[in-house]
């Protein structure tokens, strides 16, 4: 296959994302396919080997709005208009975040035509946008954290805020963006004095927050490729919660695949987890995350439709419990995309 893979763009995930796509652009090459990388902040520029080779770290912070501004939108379209597109049989989006990972650039692709991995332009959008997601799972009786949602534009005063997350939450909390992922700009709150500093942080990102109900337990994640449920995953942090820092730093987590958990209820998790995948329309892979309780009640917290694809990622590793290694989970992913397009195209057809 020729592959293309969009990765870098201009999201605050960046830095994750060109790692990500790096990684994704050896393990197609290392399992014989054409590989054309392409960083959609720089347009049609496609990335050369030399470039490739660096992409083996990630701050242990974001980077700021400000560093991101420099890099022009408008050259994303570029890309995507790129003769280089043109002559692939599929795209490989690794775009964390913003227009990579809100249906944007699902929907420029869909319009040239080109088959592209992973979820299509609606529920990238409904994924991206946690309020909506959360709304969905509630119609589909997926447990979920009590929520509420702030706009910057509301002016609401500091006292007011606080108030309503004691009348409807109470203390700890967490708080993030409505439309970021990799935990960019989260907090956990845990009283109102760290409540300012937290709404500091996260009106940096986006102008609506998430103010979700903290649930005391373990972090468990369940991969998911087409319609299987990969080895589910507990996530363990070194100290408070699995924020950005946790995520992309050596030794600040640990991960244990497959998780320590009676099959019942690991079937039972992994079973909410597809459902969930499935309730926002996804496809392709993608990684579905929860809290579990000490009682064995579990809360969906999100879906995510572009999960990590670093050294420390987690749908890789479930893979490669479930028997699949690196290169073959990505081909694996490039094929399940084509006859998803194929299937699509046969259908229009039919109507």
């Known amino acids: 296959m020729r592959v293309a893979v969009l990765m870098g763009g201009t999201s605050a995930e960046r830095d994750v994302s060109l790692v990500s796509g790096a990684a994704v652009v050896n393990g197609l090459k290392s399992a014989g396919h054409e590989v054309v990388p392409i960083d959609t902040a720089k347009g049609y520029q496609v990335l050369k080997g030399d470039d490739i080779k660096h992409l083996d770290s990630i701050k242990t912070q974001p980077p700021l709005i400000e560093e991101l501004k420099k890099y022009a939108g408008e050259l994303s379209i570029e890309a995507v208009k790129s003769h280089d597109l043109r002559n692939v049989d599929v795209v490989f989006v690794i775009l964390h975040g913003g227009s990579g990972e809100d249906g944007t650039i699902q929907a420029l692709l869909d319009l040239v035509g080109i088959p592209y991995t ?153 079973s909410l987890g597809l459902k969930a995948f499935k309730a926002l329309d996804c496809a392709g892979f993608g990684r579905v995350d929860f809290r579990l309780t000490d009682n064995g009640q579990a809360y969906c917290l999100e879906v995510n439709t572009l999960p990590g694809m670093t050294t420390h990622s987690l749908v890789p590793k479930a893979a490669k419990v479930a028997g699949i290694d690196f290169p073959k989970l990505l081909e694996k992913i490039c094929q399940i995309a084509l006859k998803d397009f194929k299937d699509r195209a046969i259908k229009e057809e039919e109507n």
Not at 149 to 160: A, F, M, R
Not at 182 to 195: C, H, I, M, R, Y
């Open 118 to 270: 992973g979820s299509g332009v609606l529920a990238s959008a409904l994924a991206m946008n946690k309020f909506m997601a959360k709304k969905i799972f509630i119609v589909n009786d997926i447990p979920t954290p009590d929520f509420f949602i702030i706009d910057y534009k509301q002016n609401l005063s500091l006292n007011d805020i606080d108030d309503k997350i004691i009348s409807q939450l109470n203390y700890p909390a967490i708080i993030k963006p409505v439309n970021q992922g990799s935990s960019v700009g989260l907090s956990l709150v845990k009283d109102s004095n760290g409540l300012e500093k937290a709404l500091k942080i996260g009106f940096h990102y986006d102008s609506k927050l998430l103010f979700e109900e903290y649930i005391s337990g373990r972090e468990i994640t369940v991969g998911i490729l087409g319609d299987q449920i990969l080895p589910l995953a507990e996530i363990i942090p070194q100290s408070g919660i699995y924020d950005y820092e946790h995520k992309y730093t050596d030794g600040r987590s640990t991960y244990i695949c497959p998780a320590d958990l009676p099959d019942n209820l690991a079937d039972k998790i992994g």
